[in-house]
């Protein structure tokens, strides 16, 4: 089993919906990252957390460390949304333990 | 603000020959980290260094090396390329947290 798992691996969405992904770890932490990644393309950091819950724009991120559970909530998606969102999670300094990624797939 | 530089963006080589990765880290960032990620896969942790010493080693190959200098940037030295080796390499920077650099893609051909 994974020390990182996140759910869905894949999930398409029409322009406007509303997206969650999940990410569920079982390692002590001091901090969970959500990334993005589109297709050929460099890590961008979109939040790191080590509590509650943080926002973006459209974006919405949340953690409870007491259930080891954090998700990544998109509001009103648009097509340019789609790309790889990947959960890490790290303990201080240490090496960051990556999920296996969520491709998601916003259509018009 | 000063973020997390990597070069080059890209780089081709042939197999057999040798690549040098460079990364920046944040100023006063005194941590680098250093990923792999090949097409299609998970990153996969590489190699750390804190203070100029190595602090981690995770999946690197023999024909790899690094280290990090005293201006804390980072280098990552690749010999006798393989096919296999062709994948986005991306570093990271950390004081307490991580931040990411954009990633070198190497292609070997």
């Known amino acids: 089993k994974n020390e990182v798992e996140q759910s869905p691996q894949n999930l398409t969405a029409q322009e406007g919906e509303f997206i969650t992904i999940n990410c569920s770890y079982s390692v002590g932490i001091s901090a969970l990252h959500w990334l993005q990644q589109h297709p050929g393309g460099g890590i961008v950091s979109l939040f790191m957390l080590s509590s509650g819950k943080k926002k973006h724009g459209r974006l919405i991120a949340t953690i409870n460390i007491q259930e080891k559970h954090s998700s990544l909530h998109i509001t009103a998606s648009h097509p340019r949304d789609s790309a790889v969102y990947i959960c890490?999670?790290?303990?201080?300094?240490?090496?960051?333990?990556f999920g296996t990624g969520t491709r998601l797939q916003v259509f018009p | 603000a000063a973020g997390v530089i990597q070069s080059p963006r890209h780089l081709i080589k042939e197999k057999r020959e040798t690549a040098t990765l460079k990364c920046y880290p944040i100023p006063r960032h005194d941590t680098v980290y250093w990923y792999q990620q090949g097409p299609g896969q998970d990153p996969q942790f590489l190699i750390s260094f804190y203070e100029k010493m190595q602090s981690d080693k995770g999946s690197i190959p023999d024909r790899f090396s690094a280290q990090q200098f005293s201006d804390y940037h980072s280098e990552l030295n690749m010999s006798s390329l393989e096919l296999g080796d062709s994948a986005l390499y991306f570093c990271a920077s950390s004081k307490n947290e991580q931040f990411f650099g954009p990633g070198t893609r190497l292609t070997v051909l």
């Open positions: 890490a999670v790290g303990r201080g300094t240490d090496k960051l333990i």
